[in-house]
Every structure is written in structure tokens, then in C-alpha cells.
């Protein structure tokens, strides 16, 4: 017997700007078992994260040094 997983990766471009609500909505309807976001600042994660409610739980780590800008990084998400 088989077990499916649904992953979403998306490139969020965070430091253009991330409307979280509306990521979220998108990640409610695709129902994803795991998320991968790739240039994401923390808070964009922290408040997508928050955005899709509390069960869904938040890891992140930016991607290299020096940092001249605000950090981005990848973000994994998911609510198991």
C-alpha cells in the first residue's frame, strides 16, 4: 500500500514583498503534507506560518553570510 505526500515548493521572492494571507489561501487549497519556501525573510515565514493556523509548524534558515540585506532563507512548513 502506497502512501502519498503532497509537497509544495514555492519561490516567494521575499524581498519584493509577501502578501501571507494569500499564500496561505493557496496553501489551503493545494491541502500540502510539507512546504519548501525559498527566499523568504523570517517574519514572511513566522507570518505565512501563522497565517495557515496554529498546527502548522515553522523551520528556518537563511541561506548564506554576509547578509547586506534583510536575510532570506528557505522555510519548511508543515502541519504533522
Known sequence: MATELTVVTWNVQGRAGVDAPAVAAVLRRARPDVVALQ???RAQARAI???LGPRWHLV???KHWPV???PEGVAVLSPH
Open 39 to 41: 527566499e523568504v525573510q
Open 49 to 51: 506560518s501563522a497565517a
Open 60 to 62: 528556518w534558515g537563511f
Open 68 to 70: 547586506v540585506n534583510r
